[in-house]
């Protein structure tokens, strides 16, 4: 069964174009782990939102573990006006 996560970040205005590039770091990292079906960074007014979609749970697990590992920033702080949201998906 396909799974998907859907996070969404509220950068401050002056660290908006530094968070775009972390999150596509991080997105490429995803891409490169087995199972791990797309990754991308979409942008709103106030956001900017990483959507994944993987082949199974199992997958998930594992590019999760792979970006925990990579050097890359994942680092929730200041930058952020406000918490992030992460929506879990799974196909029907």
Do not use: N, T
């Not at 087995?34 to 959507?51: K, Y």
């Not at 930058?79 to 799974?90: A, D, F, L």
């Amino acid at each position: 069964m396909k799974v998907g996560m859907i996070a969404s970040h509220y950068p401050h205005a002056s660290h908006r174009e530094e968070f775009i590039a972390r999150v596509h770091q991080v997105a490429e990292v995803f891409r490169g782990a087995p199972g791990c079906l797309s990754a991308e960074c979409w942008l709103s007014d106030d956001a900017v939102i990483s959507i994944v979609q993987w082949e199974s749970e199992e997958a998930c697990a594992a590019s999760l573990a792979a970006v925990q590992a990579a050097e890359v920033d994942l680092a929730y702080d200041e930058r952020e006006v406000r918490p992030r949201e992460i929506v879990r998906v799974v196909a029907g």
